[in-house]
């Protein structure tokens, strides 16, 4: 088993915080470099082929900072470009679709009921969600929706309140109506909008987060070091102080003095 002591995570903006304050709690021994690219977030809307050259230019920049590993934190990045991702770097990649999956099938198996999926438009046509858990179980019945204002709603740090309230209903309408029994949040932003998901959908249903499992995923496969020492470095595309009083708010008041880089450098 190698030993991880230095993590890449990336995505396109914020989101992959929610997926990085899980790794920091659970691995606090392991070191970590995010990077954040803000200068292009959403990725959510773009095309693939879009969405593959940015991600491989984000894994390009985190290979040069010496990690053992690499968590794609975006799900519209592991959707449709993580082949890519893993011939560019030679660490270990992980990503959100399968450990997503797995915790999913757990629920599933024990509870049964129809599997709601949201994510931004091009991981739901992707189809990676689908494709991985009708491979695990073709008969489990499924649900997909696109909500593409979550992830402008959260960059714009507005996670509570009326107009919140208001898009969660129109999205997730369909999805309670329908009876989901449980609901993958398979975008990083959405954990910031959890309390308003949790309060409309009700608290009978299972809500899978990616963080936890790729977390589990880690803690399995890989040797972690045992203290607590771990450091994190942050690196955004755009310019830093909105990020960085976004970031340390949502990180509980760490202090987040991100480094902004001019060019990825592919
Ligand atoms: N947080 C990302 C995801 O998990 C990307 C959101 C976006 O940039 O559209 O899909």
């Known amino acids: 088993v190698a030993e ?59 290979a040069r900072h010496d990690i053992d590993l690499l968590v794609v934190a975006c799900n519209t990045a592991s959707s449709v470009a993580l082949e890519e991702i893993a011939r560019v770097v030679s660490c270990p990649v992980i990503g959100t679709i399968a450990p997503a999956v797995r915790e999913c099938l757990s629920h599933q198996e024990r509870e049964g009921g129809l599997v709601g999926i949201l994510g931004t438009r091009a991981t739901i046509q992707s189809a990676a969600y689908q494709r991985a858990i009708h491979s695990a179980n073709p008969a489990i019945a499924l649900s997909a929706q696109p909500c593409p204002l979550f992830v402008p709603l959260v960059e714009e740090g507005i996670t509570s309140g009326p107009i919140v309230e208001k898009i969660v209903e129109f999205y997730l309408r369909p999805l309670r109506e329908e009876g989901v029994s449980s609901l993958i949040l398979g975008c990083t932003h959405y954990p910031l909008l959890l309390g308003p998901i949790r309060d409309f959908m009700g608290n009978h249903i299972a809500i899978v987060e990616c963080a936890d499992a790729i977390a589990r995923e880690i803690q399995s496969s890989h040797d972690i070091p045992l203290d607590r020492g771990g450091t994190s470095r942050f690196f955004v595309t755009d310019e830093v102080s909105r990020f960085n009083s976004l970031a340390s708010t949502f990180l509980q008041g760490a202090l987040v003095e991100a480094i902004k880089v001019d060019s990825l450098g592919s």
């Open 4 to 62: 991880v002591k230095k993590i890449g995570v990336f995505d396109s903006g914020l989101g992959g915080l929610t997926v990085l304050k899980t790794l920091q709690r659970e691995l606090p021994g392991c070191s970590f470099v995010y990077l954040g690219d803000t200068a292009r977030t959403p990725y959510g809307s773009k095309s693939g082929s879009t969405v593959v050259r940015y991600s491989v230019e984000c894994a390009t920049f985190l």
